[in-house]
C-alpha cells in the first residue's frame, strides 16, 4: 500500500471530485441531445474542462491518481460526442 506523501486537504479533494462529477454529467446530457439530434451550444465546454483538468494537474500526485476512472470517462464521452458531431456535420454537408 502507497502513501501520499504531500496529500491535498480534504475539502479541495472533494471539490475538484465534485468538479468531476459535474463535468461528467454535463457530459453526458450533451452526449444524450447529440445523439438524438438536438443542436446544443457548446460554447465554454472547453475552458470549462481545461479549467477542471487544470484543478486535477495541481492536486498532489496520489490525490489526482484516484480521480483517473473517472476523468477516463470524461475523455471517452468527449470523444464520443466529437464523432457524433462530425457525422451530423458530414451528413449535413453532404446534403448541400
Known amino acids: 500500500m ?3 506523501p ?7 479533494v ?7 462529477v459535474s463535468l461528467g454529467v454535463l457530459l453526458a446530457e ?8 438536438i443542436d446544443i451550444d457548446l460554447a465554454g465546454l472547453a475552458e470549462t474542462t481545461a479549467a477542471i483538468c487544470n ?3 495541481a492536486l498532489p500526485a496520489g490525490d489526482a491518481r484516484t480521480m483517473v476512472a473517472e476523468l477516463s470517462v470524461l475523455v471517452e464521452t468527449c470523444e ?3 464523432s457524433t458531431v462530425a457525422q451530423r456535420l458530414a451528413g449535413q454537408a ?3
Open 6 to 12: 504531500n496529500p491535498a486537504p480534504v475539502d479541495r
Open 94 to 96: 453532404a446534403t448541400l
Open 55 to 57: 484543478e486535477v494537474e
Open 30 to 37: 450533451v452526449q444524450a441531445n447529440v445523439d438524438t439530434g
Open 80 to 82: 464520443a460526442i466529437a
Open 14 to 20: 472533494s471539490e475538484v471530485r465534485q468538479a468531476v
Open 2 to 4: 502507497s502513501t501520499n
